[in-house]
């Protein structure tokens, strides 16, 4: 970070924006060294915001996500680590910002930033699909499977398609009757008709579940584990 004033500003990269606000909880470890200011002390303010669009922006909290105002000038400075505990729910992009300030500038840093993220909301879903599974004898074997590149009606997976659209901006034309399964993935089908979406190789989205979502549709978190897999599944085709 630097700037020729005494207040020096910065953001995480923004192609790590959804991939920060696809999860619930984030811990946020901050080091600095090789510090320089023309008047000291140095403070350094991080904040969490978040953003709909990637266009406007808001805090998620009013307070730093971590801070300091001993930034060392001769080594290196830990910040306390952040937590952000997912109390509230986050916009789909997610990004730090940074306020590097001294009494007077120029003033320059090396900032270095470690998130770790946790997603609780995969474990409740793999939770609910396993319970909608186990309420219908034979549910969890999925044994006809159309595979990535594949045709498949399109009322089969009518349900899908808002998932399609939002996980992966899979747009099937409006005006066909069938849809091309997306590469890397499987949908899946038991003897009831329920389906599942697999991608490589992990569970993202269920019908049955789907269809318990009574008060709102409800896509699901991308790829959790534990979910049922296919079993001794064939493979299907439609021409």
Request: glycine residues 8%; aromatic residues 10%.
């Amino acid at each position: 970070m630097y700037s020729s004033t005494a207040i020096a500003k910065a953001v995480s990269y923004p192609s790590l924006g959804k991939l920060l606000g696809a999860y619930d909880q984030l811990a946020v470890e901050v080091s600095t060294d090789q510090v320089e200011a023309s008047v000291g002390p140095v403070s350094l303010h991080v904040y969490l915001a978040h953003s709909g669009d990637g266009l406007v922006w808001s805090w998620k909290q009013p307070t730093p996500l971590t801070n300091t105002d001993a930034v060392s000038l001769t080594g290196k400075t830990y910040l306390n680590i952040g937590y952000d505990r997912g109390l509230i729910p986050s916009m789909g992009i997610v990004r730090l910002e940074l306020t590097l300030q001294a009494n007077g500038g120029p003033v320059r840093a090396r900032v270095r930033v470690h998130v770790t993220a946790n997603n609780l909301r995969e474990r409740e879903f793999s939770a609910m699909v396993d319970n909608a599974q186990r309420q219908v004898p034979g549910a969890d074997v999925y044994d006809r499977c159309y595979p990535g590149g594949s045709s498949i009606s399109r009322s089969k997976v009518w349900d899908l398609m808002g998932y399609w659209a939002y996980a992966y901006n899979h747009r099937p034309e409006l005006l066909s009757q069938s849809v091309i399964v997306p590469r890397d993935q499987m949908v899946c089908f038991n003897a009831y008709n329920d389906y599942i979406l697999v991608d490589r190789g992990k569970v993202v989205w269920s019908s049955r579940l789907y269809k318990q979502q009574t008060t709102a549709p409800h896509y699901g978190p991308p790829r959790p584990d534990g979910d049922p897999q296919p079993k001794t599944a064939t493979i299907e085709y439609e021409e």
